[in-house]
């Protein structure tokens, strides 16, 4: 199938690649049916694009609201939590077993602009060497506020620096992608060619530093990492893992460690392990625990709000 398609003032013919959604489920029944809705109203073609959820042994009937409101989207109902990247692995293989031109990853709690899919690849397309490609990740609770659009990786000291829009990427108003060193994980879309050359996700990982790690090894294959400037998605920011707090710290800091250890190069590492036990763990034990707080306080309020309303 192939279209005619304008990009900035570039007009030219495009064939439509096939693209896979691949969405981690676990728990997050409403997060994934407001996802999904998003999803069925994307501006691409429907022959081209498949869904599937991965669910991870749910017990909130997320398998039965899927098959039920949506029965088109394909379902992996696994025996039992597999984690984030095993069950990624899975709609990977799956897409590649089916020969899709491109895999989008996608978190549960993810929805997206309508057209967001079709400018993602139309900028894939324009280029071989374009690999990892992902939209600016907006603030769900504030829809105009970006969240993230990518960062800089430090392996000196094993920061990920957010970057900035208008200062560090996009400064130019011209500007319709920007190449950054990662981007984060919710919504990445990725050629089918790049899992060919590096292989999928690494399962040490778990959860969390998967696509920092995805990203460099990608990179360092020849593979440019960007951001597309119009492509949105909304973002509600680890709605599930802020269920488990002092997990998610514990991964945090455990994957970053295992992160510089795969990828720092020696002289990089001699910096960064005696930064990461003095500025690393310290900070992450007082920002951790001042940010769970924060969380428990959050939900007590939304409670007492649904109490009051009853």
Not at 122 to 148: F, H, L, M
Not at 204 to 220: K, L, M, P, S
Request: glycine share 6%.
């Amino acid at each position: 199938m192939t279209k005619k398609i304008m990009y900035g003032t570039t007009s030219y013919t495009m064939d439509i690649p096939s693209v896979l959604i691949a969405i981690v489920n676990w728990n997050g029944k409403d997060d994934l049916l407001e996802c999904l809705a998003s999803i069925m109203k994307l501006n691409y073609p429907k022959d081209n694009c498949k869904i599937l959820v991965i669910d991870n042994k749910s017990n909130d009937g997320s398998q039965a609201a899927v098959s039920l409101y949506y029965p088109e989207v394909s379902l992996i109902e696994n025996e039992r939590n597999l984690g984030y990247v095993r069950a990624v692995n899975q709609g990977i293989a799956y897409g590649m077993e089916r020969e899709i031109d491109y895999i989008w990853v996608f978190n549960n709690d993810v929805a997206v602009e309508k057209d967001s899919l079709k400018r993602l690849i139309e900028v894939g397309q324009q280029d071989e060497n374009i690999g990892v490609i992902a939209p600016v990740v907006y603030s769900y609770s504030n829809p105009e506020t970006i969240d993230n659009i990518g960062y800089k990786i430090n392996f000196w000291t094993g920061r990920l620096k957010k970057l900035k829009c208008g200062r560090d990427i996009f400064r130019n108003k011209g500007d319709e992608i920007a190449k950054v060193d990662s981007i984060l994980g919710c919504s990445n879309l990725i050629k089918t060619s790049v899992f060919k050359k590096i292989g999928s996700f690494q399962t040490i990982y778990g959860v969390y530093f998967e696509e920092t790690d995805f990203n460099v090894r990608a990179a360092q294959k020849g593979f440019r990492v960007v951001v597309v400037k119009e492509a949105r998605v909304w973002h509600k920011n680890a709605s599930t893992m802020n269920k488990f707090i002092f997990r998610r710290a514990y991964l945090l800091l455990r994957n970053l460690f295992l992160f510089e250890l795969l990828n720092a190069k020696l002289m990089h590492l001699l910096v960064f392990i005696p930064y990461y036990f003095f500025i690393h763990i310290p900070y992450f034990l007082l920002r951790g625990g001042i940010y769970g707080l924060l969380v428990k306080l959050t939900e007590r309020k939304r409670k007492e709000k649904q109490q009051n309303n009853f």
